[in-house]
Nanobody, 128 residues
Framework: QVQLVESGGGLVPAWGSLRLSCAAS????????MGWFRQAPGKEREFVAA?????????YADSVKGRFTISRDNRQQNTVYLQMSSLKPEDTASYYC????????????????????WGKGTLVTVSS
């Protein structure tokens, strides 16, 4: 069983920056697509960004393009990062890390497809 542990959430003012991390408990995940979803209070979970195992393929939700950057490090502990800049109050949500063997539409379709593994989430609050 793989565990995904997110960190880096917190309270940040509008237009500020924050970096989220997600560490996987097993190196198996180095061959998985990894990504981020978010869920605001009273809303459905939505896709934010995903990165293929090699890092060659990356996709972002339109709402975060140009402001968020996803990256990963497969060398030691398999970790995926989400650098968030120019944050807006509407970015306030719990952010969840996910990993899946497949790259494809299951990540960004609405609603998202079933993922192999999920983290428990980290809360990001952007104040206006």
């Amino acid at each position: 069983q793989v565990q995904l542990v997110e960190s880096g959430g917190g309270l940040v003012p509008a237009w500020g920056s924050l970096r989220l991390s997600c560490a996987a408990s097993r190196r198996t995940v180095s061959s998985y697509t990894m990504g981020w979803f978010r869920q605001a209070p009273g809303k459905e979970r939505e896709f934010v960004a995903a990165i293929s195992w090699s890092g060659d393929s990356i996709r972002y939700a339109d709402s975060v393009k140009g402001r968020f950057t996803i990256s990963r490090d497969n060398r030691q502990q398999n970790t995926v990062y989400l650098q968030m800049s120019s944050l807006k109050p509407e970015d306030t949500a719990s952010y969840y890390c996910a990993a899946d063997r497949r790259w494809g539409s299951k990540w960004y379709q609405d609603p998202p497809g079933i993922m192999d593994y999920w983290g428990k989430g980290t809360l990001v609050t952007v104040s206006s």
